[in-house]
């Protein structure tokens, strides 16, 4: 495993990456280690299922990752929001979502392990989208958090424990809303209730985990900073012995920031991992790494960064079909002229934004240009 160095950038929206290792297995702390890398939302909106569509009916989505997929492999567990469901055909995309199976298919071949589903569209097909999301899920092996078919279900497989390396980290996922749709009975979502998100505390708690992590679907959509509620709902997540806090919904990025001499992670919002959307932002984000070391009974964060990446689509890019997410130094040689515009505006804007607004030391790291 070897990692590349931090970027040593100005905000006129170029960088450089130096090849020389930053961090490799031989230089981290002497104990058990950890690996948990994390990237925001997963949408299929109708032009990206278009897109995908073959000849013989099946979707391919195998170009949209392979410019991150070698990232998302380094880690040990890698953790997205799916934010669309698996109802079957008819598909659709905005506002009630409903993808092709091949979309959590090719999210798999990409190195995800993990999939969050508490979110604000996890009902937008009923029951039978949640049902049968989560099926689909077990029926490949992918582990998921946040939605379940009953109360029953959750009350065995919730919280959420990685095992992992000697370490025990525990995960929570619970979303603000499901759009004003009720939730089906007999199903359940994880919704942001404190008294609910309390009692979960006391059950991870007797898990004797190492960590407990919080991945919240929350804040306001298209705000780059966080909201008043956002903050004051991390300041009590932190307060009730959470560890780190990694959220999303904004579909934007929001700063991150490392607090209590680098004991806690709160990363606001990593924005989307791969969409349709066009407004300021929304096509571009970053992916947040954790590396956890336990020595003796201490567990610490021994290192964490953050790696940006924007959405090239059709047909800005060229392609008819193709969706594409890239590093956000990929070089320019290999971008059409449109390309290029946008995503000079979305690097300026999302590193002017992480420097401005983050808190405490956390580097970027740049994805080997080959991608």
């Not at 989560?134 to 939605?147: I, Q, R, V, W, Y």
């Not at 898990?207 to 909201?227: F, N, R, V």
Request: hydrophobic content about 35%; glycine content about 8%; overall charge negative.
């Amino acid at each position: 495993m070897q990692l590349l160095t931090a970027s040593a950038y100005t905000f006129d929206g170029t960088a450089k990456c130096s090849p020389e290792p930053f961090d490799t297995i031989a230089t981290w702390p002497v104990g058990r280690h950890l690996s948990l890398l994390i990237a925001g939302d997963l949408m299929q909106h109708m032009p990206q299922i278009k897109s995908a569509k073959q000849s013989d009916g099946s979707y391919d989505y195998g170009e949209c990752f392979a410019g991150i997929k070698a990232e998302v492999e380094r880690a040990d567990v890698a953790i997205a929001n799916f934010e669309t469901t698996l109802a079957g055909q008819p598909y659709s995309g905005y506002p009630q979502f409903s993808a092709p199976d091949d979309f959590l298919s090719a999210v798999q071949s990409a190195g995800f392990d993990i999939m969050l589903t508490a979110n604000n569209h996890c009902v937008d097909t009923r029951r039978k989208g949640l049902e049968r999301t989560l099926t689909m899920m077990d029926s490949l092996g992918m582990a998921h958090l946040g939605t379940y078919r009953t109360l029953d279900e959750r009350e065995r497989t919730y919280p959420y424990l990685i095992e992992k390396n000697g370490l025990r980290i525990v995960l929570l996922n619970f979303t603000y809303d499901t759009n004003g749709i009720p939730v089906p009975q007999p199903c359940h979502v994880n919704l942001m209730d404190t008294l609910e998100i309390a009692a979960d505390l006391d059950k991870a708690r007797q898990m004797k985990p190492d960590l407990i992590i919080a991945l919240p679907h929350w804040g306001i959509e298209y705000q780059t900073l966080p909201s008043k509620e956002q903050r004051e709902m991390a300041a009590w997540l932190l307060s009730h012995g959470v560890d780190h806090i990694i959220g999303g919904h904004p579909h934007v990025a929001q700063p991150l920031e490392l607090r209590n001499d680098g004991r806690n992670l709160v990363a606001w919002s990593m924005g989307n991992l791969v969409s349709n959307q066009s407004k300021p932002n929304t096509y571009g984000g970053y992916m947040v790494r954790l590396d956890i070391t336990k020595s003796g009974l201490q567990t610490t964060l021994s290192d964490c960064y953050y790696t940006l990446y924007w959405v090239s689509r059709p047909p800005d890019n060229g392609y008819r079909h193709t969706y594409r997410i890239l590093p956000i130094d990929y070089p320019d040689s290999l971008l059409t002229t449109t390309e290029k515009t946008l995503r000079s505006a979305i690097r300026q804007n999302m590193r002017q934004l992480l420097k401005e607004h983050g808190k405490g030391e956390i580097k970027e790291h740049c994805l080997p240009p080959s991608l």
